[in-house]
């Protein structure tokens, strides 16, 4: 179900709407960004993980697959993130391997081209979809979800 569609004409408006979209986020919630190579898919998922309260460098995931954000323990009000890159991964079942189950209980979780899940995207996910725009650094952003998604970002605007 079509919850939202954003066109934002460069990437600090990109980056503005991650950071809304953090503040509604909580452990157990999984985001599903899909776009092509370029679209800015590691970019959003990285303005979201700086807007949840983590300083540190957030690299893609590509090569490692899997890049955890922890809370320190003096700051446990912040959720962990579990930023998920799936673009090489052969078979959904390889997803396993990763333990992605773990994050799926005790975190945010980002998955870049979740697609190759296939069957194992738990349904109760939020999808994002981004597109290069018409101009240069614009971009589409359209989120769908189910009803339960589309309450919660009833008041997402830019």
């Given at each position: 179900?079509?919850?939202?569609?954003?066109?934002?004409?460069?990437?600090s408006k990109?980056?503005?709407?991650?950071?809304?979209?953090a503040c509604l986020l909580k452990t157990g919630d999984i985001?599903?960004?899909n776009g092509e190579l370029g679209a800015g898919k590691t970019e959003f998922c990285r303005a979201i993980i700086h807007s949840l309260g983590y300083d540190e460098d957030v690299p893609s995931p590509t090569f490692?697959?899997?890049?955890?954000?922890?809370?320190?323990v003096n700051d446990l009000e912040i959720p962990a993130v579990w930023h998920i890159d799936l673009y090489r991964i052969e078979k959904?079942?390889?997803?396993?391997?990763?333990?992605?189950?773990?994050?799926?209980?005790?975190?945010?979780?980002?998955?870049e081209w979740p697609d190759k899940m296939g069957r194992y995207l738990p349904e109760e996910h939020l999808e994002?979809?981004?597109?290069?725009?018409?101009?240069e650094g614009s971009r589409n952003i359209a989120f769908n979800g189910s009803k339960y998604w589309q309450d919660r970002l009833k008041g997402l605007e830019l």
């Amino acid at each position: 179900m079509k919850i939202k569609d954003f066109y934002l004409d460069d990437l600090s408006k990109s980056i503005l709407l991650a950071g809304k979209l953090a503040c509604l986020l909580k452990t157990g919630d999984i985001v599903a960004l899909n776009g092509e190579l370029g679209a800015g898919k590691t970019e959003f998922c990285r303005a979201i993980i700086h807007s949840l309260g983590y300083d540190e460098d957030v690299p893609s995931p590509t090569f490692n697959l899997v890049q955890t954000y922890e809370p320190s323990v003096n700051d446990l009000e912040i959720p962990a993130v579990w930023h998920i890159d799936l673009y090489r991964i052969e078979k959904a079942e390889d997803v396993f391997e990763l333990g992605i189950e773990d994050g799926f209980d005790t975190a945010i979780t980002l998955i870049e081209w979740p697609d190759k899940m296939g069957r194992y995207l738990p349904e109760e996910h939020l999808e994002i979809n981004l597109s290069i725009g018409e101009t240069e650094g614009s971009r589409n952003i359209a989120f769908n979800g189910s009803k339960y998604w589309q309450d919660r970002l009833k008041g997402l605007e830019l």
